[in-house]
Structures are given as structure tokens and as C-alpha cells.
């Protein structure tokens, strides 16, 4: 009887890891459909991020595809900078990995007293780094 039981829980735990990985790949697949049409693309369980010319599109992953659509034009952007759990790292003072990795855009003011900052979210330090160099380059001034 306990056999049972013991074999029973252990299937019912292999079809929930199976479900699982089932969501994910439905997520990587909708993200591979939506980075076709862009020049560079990365994604991540927080956030799938495309650039096409200057245009800098951002969206939360979800197994039908992105929501949370977010778009600037890199034309808009004064500053980009990187912050691990709520500090400003740079490349030479980067840490090895933190919980709350954003690259943080802050727009052009228009007329406002306190410019727009958008935060993009990242799992790994190091990619964000990658993308906080290449987003730095290719800022129109």
C-alpha cells in the first residue's frame, strides 16, 4: 500500500514538472516568433526585449505571446544605467548576480521637472551589462 502511494505522488510530481516545462516552451516559442522582427532580441522569464533601428520594444513573456507592451525610440532615451538590488553599477564595479536586476532608461524631459525613468527587468547581471553597453552606443545625442 505505501508502495502505491510513494509511486502514485512521484507521478502525479513528474506530470506537474511535465506541465511545466510545457508553459516554458510555449514561452520560448512565442518569443522566437515575436524576436524575428527584430534586429537584436533577448529574452527572460521577466522580460522579452527587441530593437529595430532605433525603436526599443520591451513586453512581459506569457505563453500566447507578449503583453504589457512597452516601446520607446532610443531618440527619446538621455541615459541609460544599470542598478542591482536598488544600487548604480557600472561595468567596472559589476556584481556576479543580485535579485533585482533593472536597466533603467531615463527619457528626455520634456518641459517636466523630473525626467521619465523606464525600468526593464533582467534575471542575469551580465546580460544586462551586455545590453546597458550596446543600448549606451548606439544612444542618438
Do not use: C
Amino acid at each position: 500500500m505505501a508502495q502505491g502511494a510513494f509511486w502514485s505522488l512521484l507521478l502525479i510530481f513528474f506530470v506537474i514538472l511535465a506541465g511545466l516545462g510545457w508553459v516554458e516552451y510555449q514561452k520560448i516559442e512565442a518569443y522566437r516568433l515575436w524576436a524575428s522582427q527584430f534586429d537584436q532580441a533577448k529574452y527572460d522569464i521577466y522580460a522579452m526585449l527587441g530593437l529595430k533601428g532605433d525603436q526599443l520594444v520591451w513586453a512581459k513573456p506569457t505563453r500566447r505571446g507578449p503583453t504589457e507592451v512597452n516601446q520607446v525610440s532610443l531618440q527619446q532615451v538621455a541615459a541609460v544605467h544599470l542598478y542591482v538590488d536598488n544600487q548604480l553599477v557600472t561595468s567596472e564595479n559589476l556584481p556576479k548576480r543580485g535579485k533585482n536586476i533593472n536597466l533603467s532608461l531615463q527619457l528626455r524631459s520634456l518641459g517636466s521637472d523630473s525626467p521619465q525613468v523606464l525600468q526593464i527587468p533582467f534575471t542575469e547581471v551580465a546580460l544586462a551589462d551586455r545590453w546597458l553597453s550596446f543600448l549606451q552606443a548606439n544612444l542618438v545625442s
